[in-house]
């Protein structure tokens, strides 16, 4: 679609120079984030967990009984459980419902691996399955891998509802991106990782085992260049790096998914045809390059079309 060569953008240029090409602001959104979870590992192993994990137990009517049985006993139990939640899968084709998917499994992290246990007891298939899952969920590198995709997720889908609305403008959506921007470029400081960390520090106890390094493996010599590499000092710098890196990540791709040529273009049109229609005369050069002579004559009309309708409302008001 938007290929430079022999995409439809492309072809469509070649016919005719007026025409314009903005890529949809919430499906270049998600695109920025489907590329952040591609590209950081602690992401990728997080979805990839949280399909699995649904995949087990809500498409199976036993389990997910089971599972419910449970979030009942915790929150007769425990006054300040929860309220009961279900479970809910992530889909394509809906893009703002990543962060409450994963907040479903924070809230519900004691009753998940409750589940686990007991379906790791059987003696079949299933059971290999949910024993492979709860040894992740007792891991602390999961737990934070959920926190920190829930952050990415919550203020990305948060401007995806705002793009999706049908009164949005193309200089609002601009806008908006690059609030989100600014917001995640906010959370890369020392002392936002510091509180991001005690967090998931504090929230994670009785639930996963103590942070640890992961445990370094020997280069084969075919492969070793001489070069050591690096070592974290503790698990905390290990997942402060990982924690910068994926916030960086995000910034960059909004850079480049919202960087469009043709976006600017747009905005000046748009802002004309707004002003126009307000009864404001301003100079666009790119409407004359962009518009054919029909489109501008009407342009140029609707001021005097704003004038008359105002005149007619102002005599209807009076009989």
Known sequence: MSGVRSGVQALMKKET??????????HSLNLCIQDVVRKSELLSNCIEFFLQLVQLIKFSSKRLSLFQDIQQQIRFGDDS????SSLRPL??????VRHSAIDRVLNNYKALMSCLRQVEE?????????????IQMESFELYFSLKLSFVVFSAAEQLSINLQAKDTTAGEGLKGAHLLQAHVSILRSDSKFSAFYEDVLQSSQELTDEPVLPRYRKIPKRLDDGSQPH????????????YFEVLEQVCGEIERRFDQSDLSVVQKIESFLIESANGQHTLCPELHQNLEKDHIDIVFKLPCWQTQLTLHLVDLSRL
């Open 17 to 26: 120079d007026s025409c314009l090409h903005v890529h949809c602001f919430a």
């Open 81 to 84: 459980a929860a309220v009961p």
């Open 91 to 96: 889909c394509p084709t809906r893009w703002t």
């Open 122 to 134: 059987g003696h079949d298939e299933y059971a290999a399955k949910a024993r492979g899952l709860l």
């Open 231 to 242: 070592r974290f000092a503790s698990p905390e710098e290990r997942y402060r790096h990982a």
